[in-house]
């Protein structure tokens, strides 16, 4: 069998690691965190590409008016609070130098508002249409998006690895922390493990 792998590169947006974003994850706090996490992330889009592995690049946005938000989470209502990416404004466009390419057949863009990439998204009938079985995960932040994304992927049927330096929590205890919870439903390692993983014949 051919490559039947895919990555999913989740909220790698202004607002969450931009320096002047306004969610970031509390990267400011450590530049050099923050420099391994974009440093991560573009080695895993690189990769990807080197690869021939199709990307869906999922991003978070909502009117700027937020009626489209709803508030029953707490990090829900944090975003319409400190008015966090905004659909069409430069907090919720992708970060430069980890954005989709541009006319690529491989690479493919879903917008989501909830904690899942895959509820209320296209995201699970792309996936079916490009033949992807196995999913790479990775972004921003690993115990909300990635994990809720992980945990949904395993219950649909995909094997699941997570590129682990390419996602970041605020807490480093709390990113270990759902790296350890998904041990149990995904295989978790580095970019480099994980691309080498995806393009591997299955």
Not at 109 to 132: N, Q, W
Not at 152 to 163: L, N, Q, R
Request: aromatic fraction near 6%; charge should be negative.
């Amino acid at each position: 069998m051919g490559v039947d792998a895919a990555v999913l590169a989740l909220h790698y947006q202004n607002d969450v690691l931009h320096p002047d974003g306004k969610i970031r994850v509390g990267l400011d706090a450590d530049r050099g965190a923050r420099q391994r996490l974009l440093d991560s992330a573009a080695a895993l889009l690189d990769g990807a590409r080197a690869q021939a592995l199709p990307i869906v690049h999922v991003r978070i946005a909502f009117r700027p008016d937020y009626a489209d938000l709803l508030p029953n989470c707490a990090i829900f209502r944090n975003v319409a609070t400190i008015g966090a990416v905004p659909e069409g404004q430069w907090g919720s466009a992708f970060y430069e130098g980890l954005q989709p390419l541009a006319g690529s057949p491989r690479e493919f863009i879903v917008k989501h508002t909830r904690i899942s990439a895959f509820y209320g998204t296209p995201l699970e009938e792309t996936l079916r249409v490009i033949g992807a079985r196995r999913l790479v995960v990775a972004g921003v932040a690993t115990h909300s998006v990635v994990e809720g994304t992980v945990r949904h992927a395993a219950d649909i049927g995909f094997d699941v690895m997570v590129a682990e330096d390419a996602c970041a929590s605020a807490d480093e205890a709390v990113h270990r922390a759902s790296l350890a919870s998904m041990r149990l439903i995904a295989q978790t390692g580095s970019v480099a493990d994980a691309v080498r993983w995806a393009a591997a014949p299955h």
